[in-house]
């Protein structure tokens, strides 16, 4: 059975519409990759870093205006806890890349060939290989109602998972 890392603690159940991310994700300063994200920055970004609960995300992304994490409530409650994690972990990478300047949400491209997108994922499997998820793990993960079958195949193919 894969677990998280021992100094993570996802905190379930908002409280608060909006929040500092170190209320409900604790101990992610010190995931090694979270300190590759951010550097020495790691615990000063994520001190810093607002998540707001809203109905309007499925599951979780960053702001383009404000570089808020934007979490559905119900799947926070809900959700797979891995999932949770790797996407907290993908969502930081977009974090950094809004901080960086990166425009997130190209609208010319589709969202699996945008490389803030592939970035994020790249980073979220490297990840999930460090938990120990096997390639057909990593497959379910890269499943989502955001992508048709067709697409799913060709980021697990881009992401050499499979």
């Given at each position: 059975m894969v677990e998280l890392p021992m100094s993570i603690k996802i905190s379930r159940i908002p409280s608060s519409p909006v929040c500092p991310f170190i209320t409900y994700f604790k101990g992610f300063e010190r995931v090694k990759i979270v300190r590759q994200i951010f550097g020495e920055e790691a615990e000063e970004v994520l001190c810093n870093l607002v998540v707001e609960f809203t109905e309007e995300t499925r599951y979780m992304k960053v702001s383009d205006?404000?570089?808020?994490?934007?979490?559905?409530?119900?799947?926070?409650?809900?959700?797979?806890?891995?999932?949770?994690?790797?996407?907290v972990i993908h969502e930081l990478v977009h974090v950094r890349q809004f901080m960086n300047g990166r425009s997130l949400y190209e609208k010319n491209?589709?969202?699996?060939?945008?490389?803030?997108?592939?970035?994020?994922?790249?980073?979220?499997?490297?990840?999930?290989?460090?938990?120990?998820?096997?390639?057909?793990?990593?497959?379910?993960?890269?499943?989502?109602?955001?992508?048709?079958?067709?697409?799913?195949?060709?980021?697990?193919?881009?992401?050499?998972?499979g």
């Amino acid at each position: 059975m894969v677990e998280l890392p021992m100094s993570i603690k996802i905190s379930r159940i908002p409280s608060s519409p909006v929040c500092p991310f170190i209320t409900y994700f604790k101990g992610f300063e010190r995931v090694k990759i979270v300190r590759q994200i951010f550097g020495e920055e790691a615990e000063e970004v994520l001190c810093n870093l607002v998540v707001e609960f809203t109905e309007e995300t499925r599951y979780m992304k960053v702001s383009d205006i404000d570089g808020r994490l934007l979490v559905n409530p119900t799947y926070l409650e809900n959700g797979d806890m891995i999932d949770l994690y790797l996407d907290v972990i993908h969502e930081l990478v977009h974090v950094r890349q809004f901080m960086n300047g990166r425009s997130l949400y190209e609208k010319n491209q589709s969202y699996i060939e945008r490389e803030t997108e592939i970035e994020a994922y790249q980073i979220a499997v490297m990840e999930a290989r460090v938990l120990g998820l096997s390639n057909c793990e990593i497959c379910r993960y890269l499943e989502s109602e955001l992508l048709n079958d067709e697409e799913s195949t060709r980021l697990a193919k881009v992401l050499d998972v499979g």
